[in-house]
C-alpha cells in the first residue's frame, strides 16, 4: 500500500520521481498499436511528411474541425507561430494573450516584433479574465489569444463579442483541451484558428508536434506553404511548380512516422478522454469537504472539460503541502508559471492582481493514464489529513 512505504527526503533535496517510486505527475501514454503503426512507415517509403499525415489531418478535421482544415506541424509551438502569420499579425502590431501560460503562447510574438499585453486570470478557471481584456482592448489591438487551461473552456462567447467589435480574431491555444466542448461545440470548430498540441505528455502525443485547425478554407494553401519553406509542395509534386517562393516559409511539417503515433491515439481517443474525465471526477468527489484547498474548473454546466490538468488552490503553505504528497509518495507541481515573471518577455507587471493573487497557491495534482481510482481516492485521503 502506498500509505505503508517509508517517509522521503525533504522536497527541496528530491529528485524527479520516477514511476517505482510513487504516483507521478505525468506519463506519456503511446497505445500498443502505436507500435506496428510505426513500425509499417519505417518500412515503407515515406518516413517524412507522406501519406500518413493527410490522413492524421482528415480524421482530425473529422472529428474536431466542424468545415475546418487540418494543418500538422512539428509542435504546438509552430502551429501558433503559423497562426498568428495566417491572422495577419504584424510587427508594431498589439495583442491580448493570458499572463498565464506555456511561455509557447508568448514567444512566436518575439519572432514576429509584436506586442504582447498579458490579461489577467479569472481566479475560478485561471482562464483569461474577460472583464480585463475589455479593459486592455484598442484600436491597436489585432487579435486575442485564449489558453484553455487545463482543458476547460474559456468564456467564448464573450470573447468573440469583443473581438467581434473591434473586427479581430480569436486565435485559441487548446493544447491542453483536445476533446472539450463549449456549448455543444467542440474546441477546434468555434474560432478562426485553434491550435493543439502532441507534445509528449498530452492527450494524443506524436512524440512532439501540433496542429492547427483553420476555419477559412481559402488560406489553407497559403498554411501549406508557410510550413513547407514557402514551397508550394503539391505543385512541386506534380511537376506544375513554378521554382519560385514568394513568402517567408518555415520548415514546421509534421513526419508520417509522427502521424502514425498520432493516429493510433486518435482512434482510441474516446477511450482516453473518458478516463481522464473520470480521474478528475475523482478529485471531485474526494475533495469535497477538504479543508484549505479547492479544484479549479469543477462547476461548468455550459462546456466539458477535457482534463489534461488537476490544478488545485492551497489557501496556506504550499510548501508544505508540496512535502507532505512527497512524504506519502506523491509529485505535484506547478507546470506553468506566469509569463511576465521572464525578463524576454518584458518583466513583472503590477496590474494582475488576479494572478498575483493564486502565484503562490496554485498546485498541480497527478492525472495521466497510469492513475487508477484507487490512486486518487489515497491522494485525496492524504490531502484530508491536513499539511
Not at 119 to 132: G, K, Q, R, Y
Amino acid at each position: 500500500m502506498m500509505n505503508q512505504l517509508h517517509k522521503e527526503k525533504p522536497m527541496n533535496e528530491l529528485p524527479v520521481m520516477n514511476e517505482s517510486e510513487g504516483i507521478v505527475l505525468f506519463h506519456p501514454h503511446i497505445p500498443e498499436t502505436a507500435v506496428e503503426a510505426v513500425t509499417s512507415v519505417l518500412h515503407s517509403r515515406w518516413i517524412g511528411q507522406g501519406p500518413r499525415v493527410a490522413q492524421f489531418e482528415q480524421e482530425f478535421s473529422e472529428r474536431f474541425g466542424g468545415n475546418g482544415t487540418s494543418i500538422a506541424v512539428g509542435s504546438g509551438t509552430d502551429a501558433l507561430h503559423l497562426a498568428y502569420i495566417l491572422a495577419g499579425l504584424q510587427e508594431g502590431d498589439e495583442i491580448i494573450t493570458p499572463v498565464f501560460t506555456c511561455t509557447a503562447t508568448s514567444i512566436p510574438f518575439l519572432y514576429m516584433g509584436v506586442k504582447i499585453r498579458f490579461a489577467d486570470v479569472d481566479p475560478e478557471t485561471l482562464n483569461i479574465s474577460v472583464p480585463h481584456v475589455r479593459e486592455l482592448i484598442n484600436e491597436k489591438t489585432k487579435a486575442i489569444v485564449c489558453v484553455h487551461y487545463g482543458g476547460l473552456p474559456c468564456d467564448m462567447d464573450e470573447l468573440h463579442a469583443i473581438a467581434k467589435q473591434y473586427d479581430i480574431p480569436v486565435i485559441e491555444d487548446a493544447a491542453h483541451a483536445l476533446g472539450a466542448t463549449y456549448k455543444g461545440k467542440n474546441i477546434g470548430e468555434i474560432s478562426a484558428f485553434t491550435m493543439f498540441s502532441f507534445q509528449a505528455i498530452k492527450h494524443i502525443t506524436t512524440g512532439d508536434g501540433g496542429m492547427l485547425i483553420i476555419q477559412d478554407n481559402s488560406i489553407v494553401q497559403k498554411a501549406e506553404r508557410i510550413r513547407w519553406f514557402g514551397i508550394d509542395r503539391s505543385n512541386k509534386q506534380k511537376g506544375t511548380w513554378e521554382n519560385d517562393i514568394t513568402e517567408v516559409g518555415y520548415k514546421y511539417q509534421m513526419t508520417d512516422i509522427s502521424a502514425a503515433l498520432g493516429l493510433a491515439s486518435l482512434h482510441e481517443f474516446d477511450q482516453t478522454l473518458a478516463y481522464r474525465q473520470q480521474l478528475f471526477e475523482e478529485y471531485k468527489k474526494g475533495l469535497t469537504g477538504a479543508q484549505g484547498i479547492r479544484l479549479i474548473g469543477d462547476h461548468s454546466p455550459d462546456r466539458t472539460h477535457a482534463a489534461w490538468l488537476c490544478t488545485a488552490i492551497v489557501e496556506k503553505d504550499r510548501v508544505s503541502f508540496m512535502r507532505r504528497l512527497r512524504e506519502n509518495k506523491i509529485e505535484s507541481g506547478q507546470v506553468h508559471y506566469r509569463n511576465d515573471r521572464y525578463s524576454i518577455l518584458g518583466g513583472r507587471q503590477d496590474n494582475l492582481p488576479n494572478m498575483d493573487a493564486v502565484e503562490e497557491k496554485y498546485i498541480v495534482l497527478p492525472l495521466h493514464l497510469k492513475v487508477t481510482p484507487e490512486n486518487i481516492q489515497y491522494i485525496c485521503e492524504v490531502i484530508k489529513q491536513g499539511w
